[in-house]
């Protein structure tokens, strides 16, 4: 009998270890984003605001969560690059990995010049900090919301429904975006993402980098000294976004006051 009952008990605890292996590997396989997840239950607050249809509510239902989700990502990296600030005004030296770091996100910033070379000065050290700094920073909710209303048309343009481009980015290689109707030899694309999440995070990328929007950056360093970034304030710097200068500062302004919720909000 126990010859018998021996190769059916191995069998049980093969099969229970097999399912047991399924079960983890299954749970491991699967990468679940909190902070996306705890994002997606934000809900709008329209009080104070003009009425709008259904589907203006969705959009700005759907985008948020979105829009929060960049900045927190961007949070994340400028703690860190705080953090590194903190340790070498502490110890005077930074680890290579620190160091590795640093030159890769200052490269992502458009900062090739700031290595963070181990033996800098400390004058240099700081001064490539504080440029990075100015850099790696959120872009205020209310204000991304407010842009992508009124480059999108509410989401029902063209280039957001067909490119998924919700900020009218420009792109200038032949194959990068699509092309304004009717124009036969473009010399620029609005770009083409594969979802909203990429465009938002592209479109933060672009005011966080590009020369243009240098102002947009300073005028931001100056109100993160003070405590708080204000959308309003913030819109200033955007002057050159658009073609129609300060016309379209007055358009966000409009827009943050009669439709974008007071709630959306990262610091």
């Not at 709008?52 to 969705?58: H, I, L, Q, R, T």
């Not at 005077?92 to 010049?113: E, G, V």
């Not at 009124?150 to 919700?166: D, P, T």
């Not at 124009?183 to 990429?198: D, L, T």
């Amino acid at each position: 009998m126990k010859y018998i009952l021996f190769p059916l008990i191995l069998f049980i605890i093969l099969i229970c270890s097999s399912c047991a292996e399924k079960r983890v590997d299954s749970s491991s396989s699967v990468h679940v984003d909190t902070s996306m997840m705890s994002l997606k239950n934000w809900v709008p607050n329209f009080d104070g605001k003009k009425k709008m249809s259904e589907n203006d509510k969705a959009f700005i239902e759907q985008m948020g969560p979105k829009i929060l989700y960049e900045n927190k990502q961007i949070l994340k990296t400028r703690e860190y690059i705080l953090k590194l600030e903190h340790e070498l005004e502490k110890h005077r030296r930074l680890s290579q990995h620190d160091i590795a770091f640093l030159q890769q996100t200052a490269k992502h910033y458009n900062m090739p010049f700031a290595q963070f070379h181990p033996k800098a000065s400390q004058a240099v050290l700081q001064k490539q900090f504080d440029e990075l700094l100015k850099r790696v920073d959120i872009v205020p909710a209310r204000l991304c919301m407010a842009q992508a209303i009124i480059e999108s048309e509410w989401g029902r343009s063209r280039f957001a429904k067909e490119a998924k481009n919700y900020f009218g980015v420009h792109c200038y290689t032949k194959g990068c975006g699509l092309s304004a109707k009717g124009v036969e030899n473009p010399k620029f694309w609005v770009k083409s993402y594969p979802n909203a999440q990429s465009s938002i995070k592209d479109y933060m990328h672009f005011l966080n980098t590009m020369p243009s929007m240098k102002d947009f950056r300073e005028i931001r360093a100056k109100q993160r000294s003070a405590g708080y970034i204000n959308p309003e304030r913030t819109a200033h710097g955007l002057e050159v976004y658009s073609g129609i200068g300060d016309q379209y500062i007055k358009q966000i302004h409009s827009v943050l006051r009669d439709f974008v919720p007071d709630n959306l909000s990262v610091q």
